[in-house]
């Protein structure tokens, strides 16, 4: 017998009507590249998406098509968050981090019609145009007193206010299947070649209701929401649906990262919850630390995209009364897998054991399943000793790669994360190792083998080797080893000099050791594990 209710389409249009209808006073407040400070409110985001929608429309974008934004965290983006999806075309978040040539490789994969950018990223948005074929016009995300005097763009750069000024904010959000896509994230693995991640609106809003949950993100209307991990980067860990969820306040911080910046917002703003990599929140504590000052309304700080060092957690929570949620996710999970907040058995354990369990990545959230295994894919026991590859499934995890000729990634229905874990008898998990080559620097990829490759292009090179060192403010940054050609005199400066251009800057290795060999196994690959051994303190020792 079937259940009596009734079928309403998860979209992620639905996510902004319930904000504007039950949340239209609640604030957006926004830090612009333009220097000042913008404040409106939910009503007003959706009057102007809708705005927007009509505005797509009038350029030509049809349902299906790729819409990409090269943009900080501000209220213009989150408008073409909900103006994209809502209307059925598909929102394409670009990575300002990455080389000029992987963007226009990603824009011209996606076959991105248009492209909106903040006005920051001009210079980059011209070299990309150079080399794209897809985008038809470029938007500046600025108003008319803001454009740009002069530029070089080949093809035709309109303005987004008077987009938004010459439509009007009738707009009826169209009765999209839950099931099509919503949205497009690009993640970049040791082939160099980025991999695009598709998501629904079924999987949005899905991915919404599970991270707002308490034992997640733990998010509600009496929260003001800084989300400091980027828009250009899986969704802002879902932070921006949530808000219009549960009708939070948001705080965009723009451009300005620093640690100084984020201090004056989050005790302007009155911020009770952020979300961040480790890096910033180093830079964070350190400005409120030579300060003497402290937080007066921020009571929870998420930790993800990279480690947590115990200090840091304790440094929030013993000095200044902030709870660390420590999370872990990828790309290829919208991005939230697993969020570390604590049993009720857990509350009585000494400071010490429970500082242990929140150097673990957590546990699951509703709608993801994980396990380990082994090499034969025998699922191991969770002792919190065993360790294993960890394999996830859920709704809101991927089975594929956009426009992708490769094999597709599931085994046996489980996704690889291609990360090495252990999971104790609780379902805490805990990240132990990367069964990649990938190097994780500051919450962000880079790929060891684009490192390689641009080595080996000196004509002094020999042999190149990229490892992940360990680094006691990136977590890790790449270290090149290097084998040089016999007789060449070949130094660290001139070969890290050699990368300029090449690779984005913060890809660049910090430092070069020159080895007389590299070790070669069985079936003829580098064993970059036994490097790894001699080498991976090289940046912690030479402090």
Request: a negative charge.
């Amino acid at each position: 017998m079937e259940g009596l209710m009734m079928q309403q389409p998860l979209r992620v249009a639905s996510l902004l009507t319930h904000a504007e209808r039950h949340h239209g006073s609640q604030e957006i407040v926004s830090r612009r590249v333009e220097g000042d400070i913008h404040r409106y409110r939910f009503v007003e985001l959706a009057q102007r998406a809708r705005r927007m929608a009509n505005a797509l429309a009038g350029l030509g974008i049809k349902a299906g098509d790729r819409v990409g934004t090269l943009a900080w965290n501000g209220y213009r983006h989150m408008e073409l968050y909900f103006a994209v999806s809502g209307s059925g075309a598909v929102l394409h978040t670009l990575n300002p981090r990455l080389h000029v040539d992987q963007l226009a490789y990603i824009i011209d994969h996606a076959e991105d019609q248009v492209v909106f950018f903040d006005l920051t990223f001009l210079p980059l948005i011209e070299a990309v145009a150079q080399r794209v074929q897809s985008p038809k016009v470029f938007v500046a995300m600025t108003d008319r007193a803001h454009m740009p005097a002069t530029h070089t763009l080949p093809i035709m750069l309109l303005c987004y206010e008077d987009l938004i000024d010459s439509h009007t904010q009738v707009f009826d959000w169209p009765p999209l299947d839950e099931n099509c896509a919503s949205s497009l994230c690009y993640t970049s693995g040791t082939t160099g070649h980025p991999k695009g991640v598709l998501y629904s609106h079924r999987s949005t809003v899905l991915h919404t209701y599970a991270a707002a949950l308490p034992d997640a993100l733990n998010c509600s209307a009496r929260d003001v929401i800084l989300p400091v991990v980027p828009m250009f980067h899986v969704n802002a860990w879902g932070l921006p649906y949530i808000a219009c969820m549960v009708g939070a306040k948001l705080v965009f911080p723009g451009p300005a990262l620093d640690g100084k910046s984020l201090y004056e917002l989050i005790e302007a703003e009155q911020v009770t919850l952020s979300a961040g990599v480790p890096t910033v929140w180093q830079g964070l504590l350190r400005h409120v630390g030579e300060r003497g000052t402290t937080f007066t309304s921020m009571r929870r700080t998420v930790v993800g995209g990279a480690p947590c060092p115990t200090a840091m957690t304790a440094e929030f929570q013993e000095r200044y009364r902030v709870d660390v949620l420590h999370a872990w996710g990828m790309t290829e999970l919208s991005p939230v897998g697993t969020v570390c907040s604590f049993k009720a058995h857990q509350l009585s354990l000494s400071p010490q054991q429970r500082y242990s369990i929140q150097a673990t990545q957590g546990r699951a959230v509703f709608g993801i399943d994980m396990k380990i295994v082994d090499a034969d894919g025998s699922e191991l026991p969770w002792n919190g000793i065993s360790a294993g590859d960890l394999m996830v499934r859920g709704p809101w995890v991927t089975r594929g790669y956009f426009r992708s000729d490769d094999a597709q990634p599931l085994v046996d229905g489980w996704f690889p994360t291609g990360d090495v874990a252990k999971i104790d008898p609780d379902g805490f998990m805990q990240i132990t190792d990367r069964s990649k080559d990938v190097i994780k620097s500051g919450g962000e990829w880079i790929s060891s083998i684009d490192i390689e490759n641009v080595a080996c292009l000196h004509p002094d090179v020999a042999t190149a080797v990229c490892i992940a060192a360990k680094h006691p403010k990136w977590d890790e940054r790449p270290l090149l080893l290097i084998v040089k050609k016999p007789g060449r005199s070949l130094d660290s400066d001139e070969l890290l000099a050699f990368f300029d251009g090449r690779v984005a800057k913060w890809w660049r290795p910090d430092a070069v050791v020159f080895i007389d060999e590299v070790p070669i196994g069985a079936t003829g690959k580098v064993l970059k594990n036994r490097l790894r051994e001699l080498y991976q303190d090289h940046y912690v020792s030479a402090r």
